[in-house]
Each structure stands twice: as C-alpha cells, then as structure tokens.
T-cell receptor, first 113, second 112 residues
C-alpha cells in the first residue's frame, strides 16, 4: 500500500530537549516536504527536498533542520524545541515526474512545555 | 508576494444543496490547481487537479472550475451529504520545480 508514515504520532517534550520526527514514503517519490499546521494559519511549509541531498527552506524554517540521505526518508529535527513549536506536523511526498498529488502522512502532534 | 485566499472560513449548508467554495490567488501563475480535503487531526487528502488549459473538471459529485483571467477556482459539491463536512484546501501549483502553497481552507458543515 502506498503510504507516508510518520513517527511518533504524539510527542510531549520540554524546552531545549532535541527531538527528531521521522518521515518515510514507499512510493519512490523524489519530492518530500514538511508542514506545520496551526489554528488560523493553515498549512505552512517548513522545508522541502527535491531529491537526495537536495533540501531548501520553506516559509517557516527557523528552529528546524532536515536531512535527505536516502530517497525514502526525510526526518525533521528540532535541535532545541521551544513552546512556539507546539503544533501539528505533516510530512508529504510527491512524484516530480507527474507533479500532481501530494500524499500526506497522518500527522505528528507535538507539545513543547 | 504570492497570496491565496479562500473566502469564507466556514460554510454551512443543508443536505442535498450544492456547496460552492472559492479560491482566489494573486501574484501567481499556476500551471495547475489542486483541491484537498482535510478531516480534523488528519492529513489532507487529494481530491481533484485542474490544469491551466482546462476550464472544468468533474469527479462524481465534485466539480472544479479554473479561470486564469479572474485568477480564481470554484469547487462545487452537488447533492451534499453530512459526510462531506470537512475543511477543503486549495493549492495553486506553480511551474515545475517549486513548492506547493496551500490556502487556509474553508470548513464546510452539511446539516441533515
């Protein structure tokens, strides 16, 4: 089954404690992306990647890091989380050859205390 | 800067009526425009894509129009049902090699 998986689905942490949210897709998609979603602000893109070792900033990259060492994985790293990073995070992937639909993961709900 | 507006944050209609959602964009020349459905706490799910050279696209009870002169897309759900209640997002897609940007969405509530 074609899918995007994220782990963990729920996470409560404290300010400053480094964390990583994993994202994996099994569709051999070149393009992967991270979004955060906050009430009233909609989906905002954090980082995206057009292929292995190619990443670029989205609209709200501050406080986040990403890496793309393998085509299927695109982890999101918060080196020193802060309460304003409390949000719902989505990973998505897309085929660049068709450039059509983005497939979204189930979301990771993060609370930073 | 690029701007996407989905006017009316919320739309309430009765079962059986047609729901019409609007997406306007500025400072943008999208090659195509996508519509997604999102249920609370879940990831968006792709519904329809329409290209700049297409005026209208249909899928079952869904219809999308795309007017590049007005810079607007309309999304229609005919014979609406309570199960259609969700947030609908539009995403005008720019030329190849750039990122998707989403509108904030319109939350549709269909009452029986």
């Amino acid at each position: 089954e074609a899918q995007v998986t994220q782990n963990p689905r729920y996470l409560i942490t404290v300010t400053g404690k480094k964390l990583t949210v994993t994202c994996s897709q099994n569709m051999n998609h070149e393009y992967m992306s991270w979004y955060r979603q906050d009430p009233g602000l909609g989906l905002r893109q954090i980082y995206y990647s057009m292929n292995v070792e190619v990443t670029d900033k989205g609209d709200v990259p501050e406080g986040y890091k990403v890496s793309r060492k393998e085509k299927r994985n695109f982890p999101l790293i918060l080196e020193s989380p802060s309460p304003n990073q409390t949000s719902l995070y989505f990973c998505a992937s897309m085929s660049l050859s068709t450039e059509e639909t983005q497939y979204f993961g189930p979301g990771t709900r993060l609370l930073v205390l | 800067s690029q701007k996407i507006e989905q006017n009316s944050e919320a739309l309430n209609i009765q079962e059986g009526k047609t729901a019409t959602l609007t997406c306007n964009y500025t400072n943008y020349s999208p090659a195509y425009l996508q519509w997604y459905r999102q249920d609370p706490g879940r990831g968006p799910v792709f519904l329809l894509l329409i290209r700049e050279n297409e005026k209208e696209k249909r899928k079952e009870r869904l219809k999308v129009t795309f007017d590049t002169t007005l810079k607007q897309s309309l999304f229609h759900i005919t014979a609406s049902q309570p199960a259609d209640s969700a947030t609908y997002l539009c995403a005008p897609s720019p030329r190849a090699g750039t990122a998707l940007i989403f509108g904030k969405g319109t939350t549709l509530s269909v009452s029986s």
